[in-house]
């Protein structure tokens, strides 16, 4: 199943089924007005939006129109709880190594994570309005789940039936910020505005096999002003699967339905799938060259994200954003 908002002036918008193609849509107005409706009821609410998009994609459904990935807010415009986790380890490991850092053991026992924002999620045709060029304007291309309800102390077993969808995300960084918090020994804030997310979240079955082991295997595109620039496979390398991401999470707290728990920008040892994010770009080029060459995004610069299954279709639809400054 694939599931959209659209955006219809209010904070959560419209919630729509769309269909497995991406190319008509319906809303689903008489079972849930929004997203996190439905997570809050899932059991209940979820077998009447699966019969909607069965309807939609064998021709039957009576309200259909067009889908517009434009139209579309973050499937969860705001969340209770976002977090991210630092799954990729290699990547951490490459950065620390940069910036003359050793990685601790435990980077590799478990995993780091991180509380996010969650008060504005943005859609995945919004620009990423910023006041500064100079802050180091990254994107980060990352897959996160969104939950149902965890209980504290679930096991990662339990917490992997908890997972209701999947999304992509584009997790703006502003790099030439994060020296100074990561100085004083606390986590990211300013670092890190509002993250994006794709135009539709999907049910794990649509993922068929390319979900599986609490990962999903398939390669996750960024095409930076148009240049493709890294297509590394978001199965491969992923030290901490999404239910031990979750079971983390879910150490000391009760985890709420909409919770958003990403894995960090998608990173493979192996160079040659390139990257999601320019600051491991920069970082190879560090420790191959004593300094980094390639600059961070500036004002007019566009960043696509997306991902294909095996027949080449696309999964979520795409995030499309471009870089513009914004006045106070």
């Known amino acids: 199943m694939k599931l959209a908002t659209l955006n219809d002036g209010t904070r959560d918008g419209q919630l729509a089924v769309v269909s497995r193609d991406l190319k008509t849509a319906q809303l689903a107005d008489g079972v849930a007005r929004s997203l996190q409706r439905a997570l809050d009821d899932w059991t209940f609410i979820a077998p009447q939006l699966e019969a909607i998009y069965q309807d939609l994609n064998q021709g039957r459904a009576r309200r259909v129109f067009d889908f517009e990935p434009a139209n579309c807010m973050a499937p969860l415009p705001r969340a209770f709880q976002r977090a991210t986790g630092a799954a990729y380890v290699h990547h951490v490991e490459l950065m620390r190594k940069a910036r003359g850092a050793e990685t601790p053991a435990s980077f590799w026992d478990a995993p780091l994570m ?88 999907v049910t ?9 082991g609490g990962k999903v295997h398939l390669p996750l595109r ?27 999470l879910a150490a000391t707290r009760n985890v709420r339905a909409g919770t958003i728990v990403g894995a960090g920008a998608v990173s493979n040892k192996d160079a040659k799938r390139g990257y999601s994010c320019i600051a491991g770009l920069r970082a190879l080029e560090t420790l191959a060259g004593g300094e980094p060459v390639t600059p961070f995004m500036a004002f007019g610069d566009t960043i696509r994200i ?9 999964v979520f639809g795409a995030i499309e954003q471009k870089v513009t400054q914004t006045t106070l």
């Open 114 to 201: 991180c509380q996010a924002c969650s008060d504005e999620l943005r859609g995945p045709a919004d620009d990423i309005a910023l006041l500064h060029e100079q802050w180091g304007i990254d994107f980060e291309a990352e897959v996160a789940v969104i939950t149902d309800d965890v209980p504290m102390g679930a096991t990662p077993d339990q917490a992997h039936q908890r997972i209701r969808l999947l999304v992509l995300a584009n997790d703006v960084s502003l790099r030439n910020l994060m020296p100074d918090e990561l100085a004083k020994g606390g986590g990211f804030l300013q670092s890190k505005p509002g993250t994006s997310f794709s135009p539709v979240a």
């Open 204 to 212: 794990p079955d649509e993922l068929d096999d390319a979900w599986k």
């Open 222 to 248: 960024s095409t930076w002003n148009g240049k493709l620039v890294g297509q590394p496979h978001a199965g491969v390398d992923m030290v901490f699967n999404f239910p031990q991401l979750i079971a983390h």
């Open 306 to 314: 997306e991902m294909l299954n095996a027949d080449g279709k696309s």
